[in-house]
């Protein structure tokens, strides 16, 4: 089955400053990579994701880079604020219609003001 | 667009009663919902595929008999933690797949269950 590989664990930033988060995966047929906000006590929020026909996407202060090759995939973002300060996770599935999402442990992202 | 909600947000309860949470698409039919459970600072972990109108499928080392899960229609989907223990508080959380999105699954907002 799938695995997913989530680094850092943690990862304190100061405002204004780029935080990157990356995740690598073991699975070739795997296609689809979302990655989700949770903030203290609440669901995860899906901020962006990326399928395996583009290389990379953004949407504002937030990026997704992908690198099939290498089965790697990484979050950035930019002019990061006190209120992105959250846990992230990354994950994959091959979308097959009824597969399942496979979780990376998280990344706990601490901006200071 | 695409909210799931979940209620109750919390729950207390004895041991040995049963626990039903409910969760719903609000503006969209998921003909799939998701049900995981996490503990404190650890990954989500999948509980079991609900499927409307069907039986649904549960991951291994799940019990399904203490874990019911029923997806009547394509709006709503209910886990009922049967007999609870304090070894089942958690955070329950499902998601639901937008058949528009593909492979998009968004999340409710998690009910939180501690028993006593």
């Known amino acids: 089955g799938e695995n997913v590989e989530q680094h850092p664990s943690t990862l304190s930033v100061q405002e204004g400053d780029s935080a990157v988060i990356k995740c690598t995966y073991s699975?070739?047929?795997?296609?689809?990579f979302p990655w989700y906000k949770q903030e203290l006590g609440k669901g995860p929020q899906l901020i962006i994701d990326?399928?395996?026909?583009?290389g990379e996407k953004k949407d504002q202060r937030i990026a997704v880079t992908l690198n099939k090759t290498a089965k790697h995939f990484s979050l950035h973002i930019t002019e990061t604020q006190p209120e992105d300060s959250a846990v992230y996770f990354c994950?994959?599935?091959?979308?097959?219609?009824?597969?399942?999402?496979?979780f990376g442990k998280g990344t706990m992202l601490l901006v200071s003001p | 667009g695409a909210v799931v909600s979940q209620h109750p947000s919390w729950v207390i309860c004895k041991s040995g009663t049963s626990v039903k949470i409910e969760c719903r698409s609000l503006?969209?039919?998921?003909?799939?919902m998701f049900w995981y459970r996490q503990f404190p600072k650890q990954s989500l972990m999948l509980m079991a595929t609900?499927?409307?109108?069907?039986?649904?499928?549960?991951e291994q080392g799940v019990e399904k008999d203490k874990f019911l899960i029923n997806h009547a229609s394509l709006t709503l989907s209910t886990l009922t933690v049967t007999s609870a223990h304090p070894e089942d508080s958690s955070f329950y959380i499902c998601?639901?797949?937008?058949?528009?999105?593909?492979?998009?699954?968004?999340f409710g907002p998690g009910t939180r269950l501690l028993v006593l």
């Open positions: 699975d070739s047929a795997s296609n689809y």
């Open positions: 994950a994959a599935t091959p979308g097959s219609g009824y597969s399942t999402l496979t």
């Open positions: 609900s499927n409307e109108g069907s039986k649904a499928t549960y």
């Open positions: 990326i399928r395996s026909n583009v």
């Open positions: 998601s639901a797949r937008d058949p528009q999105g593909q492979e998009t699954q968004y």
């Open positions: 503006d969209f039919q998921a003909t799939t």
